[in-house]
């Protein structure tokens, strides 16, 4: 396993997110608004005032602005002044989170993040360009195209290096030990980003890791699930081990539908909005694919939003054991909402969430039932905790005491992670200490921790 701290080549650079989509309004209701509000003579005045400066910029800045960046910039700086996660996206931005969500995009098929100032790989995604010529872990990427990487943004690569399908990229690379930069021609293609990866462990447990709420998640589970079953005899298997673990979240309706595969029935989120009528109540459907079978969940404090939402639910049910640290803490629903044609859309805070208890995770995060702490190497301890939710200017209060600072870290080689391990002792009957937060996760074998009782 590996931690996601980067993202996948093509992708927006968003994360956290819990997302609604509604109908663009009306232009005629949009106007009904206006005149609503400026019936106030305060909010009457400041929209004089904005008008008034509006002009000003126009006519007199040093150098020809364009009335549309002036327009967006003033939107944007409007939605950003309410929460970390409201925002205004112009066409392109639009588009590009429509492509997150269907998960399929236009690129090399190449995990990365940054690293002083380059590109630096994480992994290459199976089958794709970027693995058919050979770029490896580690690699940095200098240029691209012939332009430098160096000062821009983990975006602007990004964005660069995404494309239309069969069109060529150019790109040197700076791999250790090797003598002079690599340098390759690829064709874009249509990259699939699996948000489910799946396989059987020892003979008996199922592992199960989400790293995303797209458009292909519950599908993606579905298939992971009844692959297992089939691998694993349905008297031996002992349990699924869900791995949420620096997962950042998506679509709400995917985190419902994902929890309703993996528990009967029961309340799966509650999400409240500034008038009590607009509460709304989801719920699971549709059977558990385990069939009862106990499960634990894996959460860090890279596990935020949709991910926190199945989590909660899970844990509230009894239906699994929660391993790991506490959750990112982000307990807010974005809503997206088109503006018609050309003119993007806007994700606006519209609620926040509550798990079926009641309890509400905003600041807070889901608390595991055993916290078990990683062994972090030297270079990674200086960026191995999230500070989460409560930490990000302007975020929503919490209802009580808010929980901040979390670790992220996944070793890369199972054998070292020792939630993973946790888990596993979990499912086998093997008595976990809750209490071994520093060292590895204190254990017994008997027959009597055998026999102990695991929630489904």
Not at 109 to 117: A, F, L, P, Y
Not at 201 to 221: A, C, H, M, V, W
Not at 288 to 295: A, E
């Amino acid at each position: 396993m590996r931690k996601n701290v980067g993202f996948f080549l093509g992708t927006v650079a968003g994360a956290c997110l819990t997302l609604l989509v509604t109908a663009p309004q009306g232009g005629m209701h949009l106007i009904e608004i206006a005149k609503a509000a400026a019936r106030s003579d305060n909010t009457y005045s400041q929209l004089n005032l904005f008008g008034e400066v509006f002009e000003r910029v126009r006519t007199d800045y040093v150098e020809k602005p364009e009335d549309s960046k002036l327009v967006e910039g003033a939107i944007n700086g409007m939605i950003s002044s309410l929460d970390p996660h409201s925002r205004y996206m112009n066409e392109k931005g639009w588009g590009d989170m429509q492509e997150t969500t269907h998960g399929e995009f236009g690129g090399l098929g190449i995990e990365v993040t940054m690293e002083d100032g380059f590109i630096k790989v994480v992994a290459p995604i199976d089958d794709t360009p970027a693995s058919r010529a050979g770029i490896m872990s580690g690699d940095v990427i200098t240029t691209i195209d012939d332009e430098t990487i160096q000062g821009m943004t983990l975006d602007q690569a990004v964005n660069k290096m995404k494309g239309s399908p069969n069109s060529v990229i150019r790109l040197k690379i700076v791999r250790k030990d090797a003598d002079k930069p690599i340098e390759l021609t690829l064709n874009r293609e249509i990259i699939r980003v699996r948000p489910v990866k799946f396989h059987a462990e020892g003979g008996d447990i199922g592992y199960i890791r989400i790293t995303s709420f797209n458009e292909q998640t519950t599908e993606g589970l579905q298939k992971a699930i009844t692959a297992i079953q089939k691998e694993i005899p349905q008297d031996k298997l002992a349990g699924y081990v869900v791995d949420l673990r620096n997962n950042p979240g998506g679509l709400l309706d995917q985190a419902v539908s994902v929890t309703s595969t993996l528990m009967q029935r029961g309340e799966v989120v509650s999400t409240r909005g500034r008038n009590p009528e607009e509460t709304q109540r989801f719920t699971a459907h549709g059977g558990d694919m385990t069939k009862g079978k106990p499960l634990v969940v894996l959460i860090n404090g890279g596990s935020a939003s949709a991910s926190e939402i199945v989590a909660g639910a899970l844990h509230d049910h009894k239906r699994a054991t929660i391993i790991g640290t506490r959750s990112f803490g982000k307990g807010s629903v974005q809503t997206i909402i088109p503006l018609g044609a050309g003119n993007g859309a806007l994700a606006l805070t519209t609620a926040r969430y509550f798990t079926p208890s009641g309890h509400s995770i905003q600041a807070l995060g889901i608390k595991p039932d055993i916290e078990v702490l990683q062994d972090v190497p030297d270079e990674f301890k200086t960026r191995s905790e999230i500070k989460g939710e409560a930490s990000m200017r302007g975020h929503l209060a919490a209802e009580s005491t808010e929980q901040t600072g979390s670790q992220s870290y996944v070793p890369p080689d199972e054998k070292n992670d020792k939630a993973l391990s946790a888990a596993f002792n979990q499912l086998r009957g093997i008595t976990v200490n809750a209490d071994a937060k520093n060292a590895d996760a204190k254990t017994t074998d008997s027959k009597a921790a055998a026999k102990r009782p695991v929630p489904n």
